[in-house]
């Protein structure tokens, strides 16, 4: 099956690789995977303590071209949006922005679950 | 478990694959929710002879292949394809242990509902770990770490085959424990993960 150029586009140049300091108490961590394909996929957030906004986002995903997209697209997304519009963020806004067949849709599964996984790490860890 | 015994729709023998009679040499119509275990005749459990396996299925290939009913009504003819098509998904589903045992899982909990996403308890965190550590491995090219790693990842998946069997053998002595067959389902996930790690890793002789 033929990936969609935006799905190319990612995969030749993913936004945001890497990682950002798990120990940091303004960094949240989620880490998922994908039992179907063995896919795993970890995103990170940076957010501002005062405005609660993302400053940052990284991500670092061992999967197939469609998982990298989803996730590389998931962290260009959360950059510069509040928590609490992040976890709003949908699976299906992904499908329509790469145009994921059917058969892949469980990578945008996968990378909605990574953003609110790193959101309620964050949240866990700054209980005021 | 007993293997529910249908008899031909021509002759009434007892049947032993759900898609032909031995005895009178006629094919069946089957549903198309025929289990896999009634298209190749053995009873549902994990446990499959591999030669049996392979026997069953030389008959029963020969036995239905087209070739054979290439002047036949076309109502036969395209029972012989349809099939041929699913004696040959069976035959590869039961083959390999754990195909099987994902297969068999499934038609196991259908009443059943389990965590489909279930890992053992820090899983996710190594196996992240194992696939960066592969990066690097990778990009250095060590060849003795690559075959090293590859022994340890092949150990822990025989590790994980090897229990398949027990474990369906518990569910069959105490069907009504959903422990067991989430237990299986750990197994079929934490393997994926095992397998992804290895397909990364090129073969060296």
């Given at each position: 099956?033929?990936?969609s150029?935006?799905?190319i ?6 936004r945001?690789?890497?990682?950002l ?6 960094v ?5 995977g ?12 940076q957010?501002?303590?005062l405005?609660?906004?993302i400053v940052d986002?990284k991500f670092?995903?061992?999967g ?9 697209l ?16 949908q699976n299906?806004e992904?499908v ?13 599964v ?19 | ?19 032909f009679?031995?005895?009178c ?17 053995f ?14 299925y030389q ?13 036949a ?7 012989s ?6 004696l ?7 083959r390999?242990?754990?195909?099987r045992a994902d297969?068999?899982?499934?038609l196991?909990?259908k009443?059943?509902?389990l ?7 820090g ?5 992240f ?17 690559l075959?090293?790693?590859r ?12 229990d ?7 569910f069959e ?9 989430q ?14 790690l290895?397909?990364?890793i090129?073969?060296?002789?």
């Amino acid at each position: 099956m033929a990936y969609s150029e935006k799905v190319i586009d990612h995969y030749n140049e993913p936004r945001n690789v890497g990682s950002l300091d798990k120990s940091d108490m303004n960094v949240g961590t989620g880490l998922v995977g994908a039992p179907e394909c063995g896919d795993v996929m970890k995103l990170q957030i940076q957010v501002d303590p005062l405005t609660k906004e993302i400053v940052d986002a990284k991500f670092k995903t061992f999967g197939c071209g469609s998982a990298i997209a989803s996730s590389s697209l998931a962290t260009e997304w959360v950059k510069g949006k509040s928590i609490d519009e992040a976890m709003t963020i949908q699976n299906v806004e992904i499908v329509e922005e790469l145009s994921l067949p059917p058969v892949k849709i469980h990578c945008s599964v996968l990378a909605e679950d990574a953003i609110k996984a790193a959101i309620s790490d964050y949240k866990s860890r700054n209980k005021d | 478990m007993a293997l529910e015994q249908s008899a031909c729709q021509k002759c009434e023998s007892v049947l032993v694959s759900r898609l032909f009679c031995f005895s009178c040499n006629a094919l069946q119509t089957f549903p198309n929710e025929v289990d896999f275990f009634e298209v190749l005749g053995f009873p549902i459990s994990f446990e499959i002879k591999s030669a049996e396996l392979e026997e069953r299925y030389q008959q029963l290939s020969l036995e239905l292949h087209p070739d054979f009913y290439g002047s036949a009504p076309e109502a036969e003819k395209r029972l012989s394809e349809s099939a041929t098509a699913i004696l040959n998904t069976a035959f590869n589903t039961l083959r390999e242990p754990t195909s099987r045992a994902d297969y068999l899982l499934h038609l196991l909990c259908k009443k059943q509902k389990l965590d489909e996403r279930s890992l053992p308890d820090g899983f996710l965190g190594e196996m992240f770990f194992l696939q960066e550590s592969l990066d690097e491995l990778l990009e250095s090219g060590n060849e003795a770490e690559l075959s090293g790693m590859r022994e340890d990842l092949n150990g822990r998946q025989k590790n994980i085959e090897a229990d398949y069997f027990p474990l369906f053998k518990k569910f069959e002595d105490n069907p009504e424990d959903p422990e067991i067959l989430q237990q299986l389902q750990t197994h079929l996930n934490a393997e994926r993960y095992l397998r992804r790690l290895l397909d990364r890793i090129p073969a060296i002789d």
